[in-house]
């Protein structure tokens, strides 16, 4: 800590500054002064952290010195002020107190009280610098994490969660410049799916690509006019501060020119098409979860308009019809999923389309249509006893909400993909099905070798056709049954006589009774007789 000490007398003054030992507290005298004109000037190329005062002084009194010391514009107010005063005036006293003097010392004060006297000071000051860092770091914490806590503000007002009073609170603390006088409009903005087969986008890179929308917004549209942050669904959230006596008509059409020029701007920006829905109008603070599910339920219709657009809200008063059952057509997909037909499967699946979605007119209509289509898949797939999860994969996730669907493409393309799945699965497990049936076959032959081994008696054993058998075993394995069962035997009939078996007993390990004809057969295939195979 720094001090400088202010003393119209010489002798006293070089005595505070010699005679107590400063430097060994941590204290540095880094100026004297006479008066307090000449400490004053000090004080601005100095700046001490602590004054020691005497009151009575030529050309400037102590009293006056404190005075413009706490005026100063550059921090005189954290310094610590210590008085030296011959005078025991309680009106003295009372005047240094009001200009904040740590300690008021009446002359001739005590070495040991003067050093008592700066040493508290310099605790006091290192604590008030203490909270001032600790204050500044939470203010800068505060700062980076605003960002944070509008959007989590946002978030619960268009939930409903706060009344207005509440309302204008938190607009206060979180550095909202809205009023109760405002009038708001919103907006939702949100990416559009990536087309099928589009290699740009994967998965995982969802959330930058939302995350850049948002810079894009906050820079296009800055506070206070817009306020942008996301919202609980992912989608990028635009609140706009309107003022109180503005046009409702002006105020529609800027805020829709406002989101227009968001979209054109990421197209031309991110390289991608997003869509909006945007509340029926302006309302009040107390009208925000109102006016949000207004704009939500705007962007649903993408699904009926299309991509790239940004949607009004308009209030649809025409009655509402559900799916026309086509029975047919219906029958027909079925069936040709059944025999995994996928050709006939999407000829089926069109005529659906054509019937039940094509027509509809609003985003309740289509996703009642596609929950019509997917609960046929889904009879379909658990009729085979399979794991819709199983067979769907990625796409399940529409199974389980149809909302994800936005646009007619991403639907119809999401339908076809089943069609593919369910077909794709069918073959799966029908080779799965049939390479168990052979093994099942190939393990009868290699633990009946000695038997006399027909296609008929494995078919009848296995409880299916024999023409079934040999055809699914020569798809399976390149050769008939026969074929196969032959090579079986003369194998094994081999390795018995070259391990020193008798022809006899080659013949009746490989299921023949009659030698000689073992023989022939045995002849026929080596091209040498059983006994030459021996010697």
Known sequence: ??????????????????????????????????????????AERKRPDIMLI????????????????????????????????????????????????????????????????????????RAELERWREQSELKVKWQEHLPH????????????????????RKCKEYQIALSESDRI??????????????????????????FSLQCLAKELLPAPSCWVCPDR?????????????????????????????????ARE??????????????????????????????????????????????EQERKQQGVQAQPGLEKALE???????????????????????????????????????????????QKQGWMIRDVAGDDMAYFQNVRLLTSKEQTRAWLARNVGHICAYLQRQRRRTSNGLVRSILAIVDQELDRDITLHTVADRLFVNSSYVSRLFKQETGVSFSAYVLERKMEQAKTVLQDGGKVYDAARLVGYRDVSYFTKVFRKYWGVTPGGVKA
């Open 1 to 42: 800590m720094n001090l400088m000490i202010v003393e119209d007398e010489l002798r006293l003054r070089q005595g505070l500054a010699n005679n107590i030992p400063w430097e060994e507290h941590g204290i540095e005298v880094v100026g004297l002064a006479a008066n307090g004109v000449e400490a004053l000037r000090l």
């Open 54 to 125: 005497d009151v009575q002084m030529p050309e400037m009194d102590g009293l006056t010195l404190v005075r413009k010391l706490r005026e100063r514009p550059d921090g005189g107010a954290m310094m610590k002020l210590i008085i030296l005063s011959g005078h025991d005036d309680f009106a003295y006293a009372q005047e240094a107190m009001s200009y904040g003097v740590s300690q008021y010392l009446l002359k001739p004060a005590a070495e040991d009280e003067i050093l008592e006297a700066v040493l508290e000071a310099a605790g006091q000051l």
């Open 149 to 168: 806590l509008q959007s989590g503000f946002f978030q619960q007002w268009t939930a409903g969660v706060y009344d207005d009073g509440e309302v204008l």
């Open 185 to 210: 409009a919103v907006a939702v903005v949100d990416v559009d799916p990536i087309p099928q087969g589009d290699g740009r986008i994967k998965a995982e890179d969802s959330p930058m690509w939302h």
């Open 233 to 265: 669904q992912g989608y990028t959230l635009l609140v706009f501060a309107l003022p109180p006596d503005d046009q409702p008509e002006d105020s529609n059409l800027r805020v829709q020119a406002s989101v227009v020029q968001l979209l054109a701007r």
């Open 269 to 314: 920006t991110l390289g991608l098409t997003a869509s909006a829905g945007i509340c029926a109008g302006a309302g009040s603070i107390g009208e925000m979860s109102e006016l949000y599910a207004q704009a939500c339920r705007a962007l649903q219709e993408r699904i009926v308009y299309g991509h790239d657009i940004a949607i009004p809200y308009r």
């Open 335 to 381: 069936i040709a999923l059944e025999l995994g037909d996928e050709d006939k499967a999407l000829e089926a699946l069109r005529g659906l389309w054509d019937k039940s979605l094509e027509p509809v007119e609003s985003a309740d209509e289509m996703h009642e249509a596609v929950l019509y289509l997917s609960s046929l898949f889904i009879r379909i797939i």
